[in-house]
């Protein structure tokens, strides 16, 4: 699945934007700075495939790559900047919700979530929106190479806690560096196991 070139399609910034929902479609969501972009970098091959939309104000597209003929993968723009006025973060809210709950297609969402910092009440209200849209859903744990593996742990409980209410939830979590590319291939695998 990955062994293609994965190309951009197209940013969509509202509900008729969409393309066809006519193949297996993953999307990854995270806090503005998680290590969003260059995990999509890393999973595809690319150096600069998924440009970092992380300017306040700027556009809040979602972002459609293709994988093969067979896949989308989907980067939603990301949250919880300090800085993003509220009719901006407001209409992302709302394409959000639109697209969440409206893509029959869309297999799992990849939540990703900083191992330094674990899970944060932003981040519990995309879960929350999950279970509502009734999205499965998986944590994937960014930039594990900035933590010492006992500090790990200690996150991993944490985020294991938090996801304790959420239905939606997977229990699995995938813990990943980008830059020393531990877990991409498990990353991978799973997306390319859905069916
Ligand atoms: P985005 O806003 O979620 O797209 O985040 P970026 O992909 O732009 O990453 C934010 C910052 O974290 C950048 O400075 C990246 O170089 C850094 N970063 C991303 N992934 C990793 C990782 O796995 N390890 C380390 N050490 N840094 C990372």
Same mark, same amino acid.
């Given at each position: 699945?990955?062994?293609?070139?994965?190309?951009?399609?197209?940013?969509?910034?509202?509900?008729?934007?969409?393309?066809?929902?006519?193949?297996?479609?993953?999307?990854?969501?995270?806090?503005?700075?998680?290590?969003?972009?260059?995990?999509?970098?890393?999973?595809?091959?690319?150096?600069?495939?998924?440009?970092?939309?992380?300017?306040?104000?700027?556009?809040?597209?979602?972002?459609?790559?293709?994988?093969?003929?067979?896949?989308?993968?989907?980067?939603?723009?990301?949250?919880?900047?300090? =800085?993003?006025?509220?009719? &901006?973060?407001? %209409?992302? *809210?709302?394409?959000?919700? /639109? +697209?969440?709950?409206?893509?029959? @297609?869309?297999?799992?969402?990849?939540?990703?979530?900083?191992?330094?910092?674990?899970?944060?009440?932003?981040?519990?209200?995309?879960?929350?929106?999950?279970?509502?849209?009734?999205?499965?859903?998986?944590?994937?744990?960014?930039?594990?190479?900035?933590?010492?593996?006992?500090?790990?742990? =200690?996150?991993?409980?944490? &985020?294991?806690? %938090?996801? *304790?209410?959420?239905?939606? /939830? +997977?229990?699995?979590?995938?813990? @990943?560096?980008?830059?020393?590319?531990?877990?991409?291939?498990?990353?991978?695998?799973?997306?390319?196991?859905?069916?």
């Amino acid at each position: 699945l990955f062994a293609g070139r994965t190309e951009f399609l197209k940013g969509v910034v509202a509900m008729p934007g969409l393309p066809p929902a006519d193949r297996i479609e993953v999307c990854f969501a995270g806090r503005s700075n998680v290590g969003k972009s260059t995990l999509i970098n890393a999973l595809t091959g690319h150096k600069a495939l998924a440009r970092a939309s992380n300017t306040p104000g700027r556009t809040q597209e979602i972002n459609f790559f293709t994988l093969q003929e067979s896949h989308y993968l989907v980067d939603l723009p990301g949250y919880g900047f300090a =800085k993003a006025p509220v009719a &901006v973060v407001e %209409k992302w *809210q709302k394409l959000l919700k /639109a +697209y969440l709950s409206g893509r029959a @297609t869309l297999r799992r969402a990849f939540v990703l979530i900083d191992a330094r910092h674990g899970v944060k009440s932003v981040d519990e209200e995309i879960l929350t929106l999950l279970d509502k849209a009734a999205v499965p859903f998986q944590v994937v744990m960014t930039k594990a190479d900035k933590v010492k593996a006992a500090e790990l742990d =200690k996150v991993l409980t944490q &985020v294991r806690g %938090k996801l *304790q209410p959420h239905p939606a /939830a +997977y229990p699995e979590l995938l813990v @990943t560096s980008s830059d020393k590319g531990e877990g991409i291939e498990a990353l991978r695998a799973t997306i390319a196991g859905l069916d």
